[in-house]
Each structure stands twice: as structure tokens, then as C-alpha cells.
């Protein structure tokens, strides 16, 4: 199994809606990717950093749950360009991503 990452770095000065992101963005790629074999998604609201008083270094991070690498990026090569245009709708953050193979 493999999870896909998308985290939004809790940069000063930006916003993120995650009313938005939770309810309408992850609706549309949960919609467009569960034919593609998506099993899940999740959606992470960051509250605080390791330590005492520290801000969280991200300030939301998507995870989707794909079997395998080839089925996620089969389900982006055909609505990929569709998801990404939904970006501006609630975050102006430049989003990173992970893919990783669930190991334990």
C-alpha cells in the first residue's frame, strides 16, 4: 500500500481554508480518484511543533491511500490537471508531497 502526502507549510502571511480543503477538495479527489482504486483519504489540521509553544510546521496535510503507485498515478495522469486547478480555491501555499510505501 501506498500513501500519498500533501503537506502546506504553515508559512506567515498565507491562507488556507480548511473548511474548504476537508469538505470540497478532498470530495473532489476522493469523486475523480475511487475509480483508480483510492481506499481512503485523511485530512490532518496542524496545532502545534514538537516543542513547548512551537507553531506546527505544517498547517495541513493530506494523505490519500492507494494499493499501489501505478493505480494513483494512472487516477492523476487522467484528473490530475482537474485537482490542481482546485488548489487556489483554499490555500495560496505551494503544497509538497511525499509518496510513500506503508511498511508497518
Do not use: C, W
Not at 500519498?4 to 491562507?15: A, D, I, R
Not at 480548511?18 to 473532489?28: C, E, G, R
Amino acid at each position: 500500500m501506498i500513501r500519498v502526502t500533501v503537506l502546506y507549510p504553515n508559512e506567515s502571511g498565507k491562507k488556507f481554508d480548511h473548511d474548504y480543503y476537508a469538505k470540497k477538495h478532498m470530495a473532489l479527489v476522493r469523486d475523480r480518484l475511487k475509480s483508480f482504486g483510492l481506499i481512503r483519504t485523511e485530512v490532518d489540521k496542524g496545532v502545534a511543533g514538537g516543542a513547548p509553544g512551537a507553531p506546527a510546521p505544517y498547517i495541513s496535510v493530506g494523505h490519500v491511500y492507494f494499493n499501489s503507485l501505478a493505480d494513483f498515478q494512472k487516477g492523476m495522469g487522467q484528473h490530475g490537471k482537474e485537482i490542481m486547478a482546485d488548489i487556489p480555491n483554499y490555500t495560496n501555499i505551494q503544497p509538497q508531497t511525499q509518496i510513500s510505501e506503508i511498511v508497518a
